[in-house]
C-alpha cells in the first residue's frame, strides 16, 4: 500500500507500506533517480521518523526503472551555483551526508536493491546501510566499470551483508518474504536473504581476477606514481582493463585525481562521520571555485553541452601543487560557514560506523 502523505511530500519519493516493512522508491526515473534537494530532504525526514516508530522494522530502498540512483542532481546543483547561490549546492550536500550519516548509524536494518545504473551519491544511498542487493543489471557503481555480480567482489567485497540475486525475477520472491519480517533483528534478515541470494562465478576478465595488479599500482603514494605504475604493467603484456584505465585517468582532471587520492587515504583510519565532515569542506572548497573550476567544466562538458571535451585548469598533473590540495582540506574562510554537524546517536551505533573503504 502506498502512502506518501507524510509532510505532503510529492512523489520523487514514493512509500509503500506491509506490515511492519516499509518501501521507499527512489521516483525520478527519467533522470536516472538522481537525488534532488527535495528528496534527500525527505529521505532523511523518512528514516527519521521511522527510527523512532515501533511499528516500522525494516527499511527496503530502490529505484523506479533502470536506474537505482544516478548520483546527485548535479545539474541543478551547477545550476544554483551558476545563479550565485553557491550555498544552496552546499545545503543539498549538508542534507545528503546527513541522510548518509543517519543510514551507517541507523538502529534497524535498511535493504538496498541495487537493481541497475548506480553513481556516486547512489552508492552514498545504499552502502551505508546493512544490506546490499545485487543483480545482473548492477552496474557502473561509483566510478568504477564493474558490472553486475563484479560489483559484490570488486567494490563491495569491503562490505559484509553484500548478497547477489541470480535474475531479476527473484527480487519480487525476496522482497515478498521481506515484507513478512517482523522484527529488527539483522539475523532474521540476513536468513531470508541467504535463502534466495546466490554467489555465481566471475569471469574470466573480472576486474576482481587483477586485485594483484591494482594493489601494486594503487598503493603508490601520488597520483603520478599510480600512472606510471600502471603504464610499466601495461607495458609487460597488453590488457584492455590497465589501457582502459590508464585513459580514464589522463582524461580526468588533475586536480579532482589529486584531492580524490588524498581523501581516500586520509579516510582509511576515520569514521563515516569524520570522512562526511571532511568530505562537506571539500565540496564547500569546489561549489566557491576556490582553486579550479574543474566541477563545473566537467559538468559543461559531460551533462549541459555534452562535446565530452573538458578543458581542465590546470591542466596537467605537475601543476597541481600540494598547496592547492591542502586548501580543499581546511575551512571555508566564510564567517557564515560553518563545518558540518551530524546529530548526536547512540554510542554503540556511532563507534562502530568505521569508514568502510
Same mark, same amino acid.
Given at each position: 500500500?502506498? &502512502?506518501?502523505?507524510?509532510?505532503?511530500?510529492?512523489?520523487?519519493?514514493?512509500?509503500?507500506?506491509?506490515?511492519?516493512?516499509?518501501?521507499?522508491?527512489?521516483?525520478?526515473?527519467?533522470?536516472?533517480?538522481?537525488?534532488?534537494?527535495?528528496?534527500?530532504?525527505?529521505?532523511?525526514?523518512?528514516?527519521?521518523?521511522?527510527?523512532?516508530?515501533?511499528?516500522?522494522?525494516?527499511?527496503?530502498?530502490?529505484?523506479?526503472?533502470?536506474?537505482?540512483?544516478?548520483?546527485?542532481?548535479?545539474?541543478?546543483?551547477?545550476? &544554483?551555483?551558476? &545563479?550565485?547561490?553557491?550555498?544552496?549546492?552546499?545545503?543539498?550536500?549538508?542534507?545528503?551526508?546527513?541522510?548518509?550519516?543517519?543510514?551507517?548509524?541507523?538502529?534497524?536494518?535498511?535493504?538496498?536493491?541495487?537493481?541497475?545504473?548506480?553513481?556516486?551519491?547512489?552508492?552514498?544511498?545504499?552502502?551505508?546501510?546493512?544490506?546490499?542487493?545485487?543483480?545482473?543489471?548492477?552496474?557502473?557503481?561509483?566510478?568504477?566499470?564493474?558490472?553486475?555480480?563484479?560489483?559484490?567482489?570488486?567494490?563491495?567485497?569491503?562490505?559484509?551483508?553484500?548478497?547477489?540475486?541470480?535474475?531479476?525475477?527473484?527480487?519480487?520472491?525476496?522482497?515478498?518474504?521481506?515484507?513478512?519480517?517482523?522484527?529488527?533483528?539483522?539475523?532474521?534478515?540476513?536468513?531470508?536473504?541467504?535463502?534466495?541470494?546466490?554467489?555465481?562465478?566471475?569471469?574470466?576478465?573480472?576486474?576482481?581476477?587483477?586485485?594483484?595488479?591494482?594493489?601494486?599500482?594503487?598503493?603508490?603514494?601520488?597520483?603520478?606514481?599510480?600512472?606510471?605504475?600502471?603504464?610499466?604493467?601495461?607495458?609487460?603484456?597488453?590488457?584492455?582493463?590497465?589501457?582502459?584505465?590508464?585513459?580514464?585517468?589522463?582524461?580526468?582532471?588533475?586536480?579532482?585525481?589529486?584531492?580524490?587520492?588524498?581523501?581516500?587515504?586520509?579516510?582509511?583510519?576515520?569514521?563515516?562521520?569524520?570522512?562526511?565532515?571532511?568530505?562537506?569542506?571539500?565540496?564547500?572548497?569546489?561549489?566557491?571555485?576556490?582553486?579550479?573550476?574543474?566541477?563545473?567544466?566537467?559538468?559543461?562538458?559531460?551533462l549541459l553541452d555534452k562535446d565530452r571535451n573538458p578543458?581542465?585548469?590546470?591542466?596537467?598533473?605537475?601543476?597541481?601543487?600540494?598547496?592547492?590540495?591542502?586548501?580543499?582540506?581546511?575551512?571555508?574562510?566564510?564567517?557564515?560557514?560553518?563545518?558540518?554537524?551530524?546529530?548526536?546517536?547512540?554510542?554503540?551505533?556511532?563507534?562502530?560506523?568505521?569508514?568502510?573503504?
Amino acid at each position: 500500500m502506498a &502512502d506518501n502523505s507524510i509532510s505532503g511530500k510529492t512523489d520523487q519519493i514514493l512509500v509503500e507500506e506491509h506490515s511492519y516493512v516499509r518501501t521507499l522508491i527512489l521516483n525520478r526515473p527519467r533522470q536516472l533517480n538522481a537525488l534532488s534537494l527535495q528528496m534527500v530532504s525527505h529521505l532523511l525526514e523518512l528514516f527519521t521518523i521511522y527510527e523512532e516508530d515501533r511499528n516500522v522494522k525494516l527499511l527496503i530502498l530502490k529505484g523506479e526503472g533502470r536506474a537505482f540512483c544516478a548520483g546527485g542532481d548535479v545539474a541543478a546543483v551547477v545550476k &544554483d551555483t551558476t &545563479d550565485g547561490h553557491w550555498r544552496l549546492g552546499a545545503r543539498f550536500f549538508w542534507i545528503e551526508y546527513t541522510l548518509n550519516y543517519i543510514m551507517a548509524t541507523y538502529n534497524k536494518p535498511q535493504v538496498s536493491i541495487l537493481n541497475g545504473i548506480i553513481f556516486g551519491g547512489g552508492a552514498g544511498a545504499s552502502i551505508h546501510g546493512r544490506f546490499r542487493i545485487a543483480t545482473e543489471n548492477s552496474g557502473n557503481i561509483l566510478v568504477l566499470q564493474v558490472q553486475g555480480w563484479m560489483v559484490q567482489r570488486c567494490l563491495l567485497v569491503a562490505w559484509q551483508h553484500t548478497l547477489s540475486l541470480p535474475c531479476e525475477q527473484k527480487l519480487s520472491l525476496l522482497e515478498e518474504a521481506l515484507f513478512k519480517v517482523n522484527t529488527s533483528d539483522p539475523a532474521v534478515v540476513s536468513t531470508i536473504i541467504d535463502k534466495i541470494s546466490e554467489h555465481p562465478p566471475l569471469k574470466a576478465k573480472c576486474a576482481y581476477h587483477r586485485l594483484d595488479a591494482i594493489n601494486r599500482c594503487f598503493s603508490k603514494r601520488t597520483v603520478e606514481e599510480i600512472l606510471s605504475a600502471l603504464e610499466k604493467e601495461a607495458a609487460n603484456g597488453a590488457d584492455n582493463w590497465l589501457s582502459e584505465t590508464i585513459q580514464s585517468l589522463k582524461k580526468a582532471s588533475p586536480t579532482s585525481l589529486k584531492i580524490s587520492l588524498r581523501s581516500i587515504r586520509e579516510g582509511r583510519l576515520q569514521s563515516v562521520g569524520q570522512c562526511l565532515v571532511r568530505e562537506y569542506r571539500m565540496c564547500c572548497h569546489v561549489l566557491r571555485k576556490d582553486v579550479s573550476k574543474d566541477f563545473f567544466e566537467g559538468c559543461r562538458a559531460i551533462l549541459l553541452d555534452k562535446d565530452r571535451n573538458p578543458k581542465w585548469e590546470p591542466l596537467r598533473l605537475d601543476l597541481v601543487s600540494d598547496d592547492m590540495v591542502n586548501l580543499y582540506f581546511t575551512k571555508v574562510e566564510d564567517e557564515e560557514w560553518e563545518d558540518l554537524k551530524l546529530p548526536a546517536r547512540p554510542s554503540l551505533l556511532a563507534a562502530s560506523s568505521m569508514a568502510k573503504l
